[in-house]
């Protein structure tokens, strides 16, 4: 029977590649989100990969909140979510006690938002504006994958 | 931490991501909604609002102009709220259509839609799906498939389109807008005194107030 011990640096290993995967994914987010406020701001025509729309998305109505584009909300989840990344990949062990206590929920809370308001954004795109934006999409994808990871890591930190 | 502890912080993390989630999604629904701000405004085709207000503010605009599209997006609404709302000024759109065809063509369909007495859903649809100039965003067949979608009689709108029922009310805004040398969209009069470009609220609500202080 494993010991104690060992149970932890298997459960740390394997959490270290799922913050990892959250560290890189981050990281795709935070430069379409980037792309996007920049574009926001400073204008110019969104590259639209694969066809239109993008514009069409960007210009709706639904862009921002409340005067905040929902790009920047983007990369602030983004951004937050690479810090959260970088500590849990920094933390020693699965520990479930002391300063790094909290990541993991806190982590699943953060990324259960974005995944739902991305995913209402997705659903804006496809029944209200009618257009689909590449990069929007990107990000959605993003959102949710980290939400899975998120999940994991949860599932993880309840059972260690 | 315990595991029942651990349970706990997972139920409230979650509800309390849910809740914030729902926060933003009722947030965009208010900056983005479906024309909300129109709700109880007196409207006869491109006109809003009271027709005895104190302040008329028109705006020349085209429906391919990606600044008429901006002030659509950050000022129309808001000004629709504080200004038309209350009474203290009505808003006519009138149409500047001097991009190309599509330009026409959208006035055109706006000008059908009026006829249905959905002017303002349709501007609104217009500058939603804005994307480049004369390539199609704005084809005959697209707007029709617009006032598919949004509900109007597909009959009456084809046959508007069809026979370009509605051409001539955008030609005589186009000929008025040249008359009084409109050079670019959109161009806004408040009261008969010129205001150019999508400028930020705050300069519009300076031009309608020292027109409501006369």
Known sequence: ?160 | MTKAKRKQAVVIGGLCAVALAALLIFAVQQSGGQQKELAGVPQQGARLGNPDAPVLIEEFSDFQCPFCARFFRETEARLIQEYVNPGKARFVYRHFAFIGPESVWASQAAECAANQGLFWEFHAKLFNNQAGENQGAFSVDRLKRFAQDLRMSTDLFNRCMDTNETLERVRKDTEEAQRLGVRSTPTFFINGAPLLGALPFEEFKAAIESQLAK
């Open chain 1, 1 to 160: 029977m494993a010991s104690q011990q060992e149970q932890e640096r298997a459960y740390a290993h394997s959490d270290h590649r799922l913050w990892s995967a959250v560290v890189v994914l981050s990281l795709v987010g935070v430069g379409v989100t980037a792309y996007l406020s920049y574009n926001h701001y400073f204008g110019g025509e969104v590259a639209c990969l694969g066809g239109g729309g993008c514009e069409a998305v960007q210009q709706s109505r639904y862009s921002s909140v409340l005067g905040v584009p929902v790009a920047l909300l983007g990369l602030g989840y983004y951004g937050a979510s690479l810090v959260f990344g970088i500590l849990g990949r920094l933390r020693p062990t699965a520990g479930t006690y002391g300063t790094y206590g909290l990541l993991t929920p806190l982590y699943f809370a953060m990324s259960l938002t974005a995944a739902l308001f991305s995913w209402y954004l997705t659903m804006l795109q496809a029944s209200v504006i009618r257009a689909y934006c590449v990069w929007c999409l990107t990000s959605a994808a993003c959102a949710s994958i980290l939400f899975a990871l998120s999940i994991a890591l949860l599932w993880r930190w309840l059972r260690a």
